[in-house]
């Protein structure tokens, strides 16, 4: 289990993390390294253009919302590469700041505490 996927189930399980991802696959949004933190998200509320983690084909991202066809996102990175589509029960929390950058369009889109 990669450290995305420990990071997943954090917020699975209703908390928000912190943590700095490496790659360059997010840039200029996220740079490798920065840091991180990621909400419980209502996946029925993300929009085109969020940040989320969630994971595709088995595989967990930190990575933008490219398209949305019902309860189906399409996942993608920041250089055009699309990583495929994801149900929302596989979308775990929104990305709602970047060293301590408050991210837009956040507001409303967070899942309760339990």
């Given at each position: 289990m990669g450290m995305l996927d420990g990071m997943a189930a954090e917020v699975a399980a209703g908390r928000?993390?912190?943590?700095?991802?490496?790659?360059?696959?997010?840039?200029?949004?996220?740079?490798?390294?920065?840091?991180?933190?990621?909400?419980?998200?209502?996946p029925a509320a993300v929009e085109v253009g969020d940040i989320v983690l969630c994971r595709v084909a088995g595989?967990?991202?930190?990575?933008?919302?490219?398209?949305i066809n019902g309860d189906r996102v399409q996942i993608s990175n920041n250089r055009g590469r699309v990583n495929g589509w994801s149900?929302?029960?596989?979308?775990?929390?929104?990305?709602?700041?970047?060293?301590?950058?408050?991210?837009?369009?956040?507001?409303?889109?967070l899942r309760p505490a339990e």
């Open positions: 928000q993390v912190e943590f700095r991802p490496t790659g360059n696959s997010m840039v200029p949004l996220i740079r490798s390294r920065q840091l991180v933190t990621v909400a419980p998200v209502d595989t967990t991202y930190l990575h933008l919302v490219s398209a149900g929302h029960n596989r979308i775990f929390g929104l990305c709602i700041a970047v060293d301590g950058v408050p991210r837009p369009r956040t507001r409303g889109k």
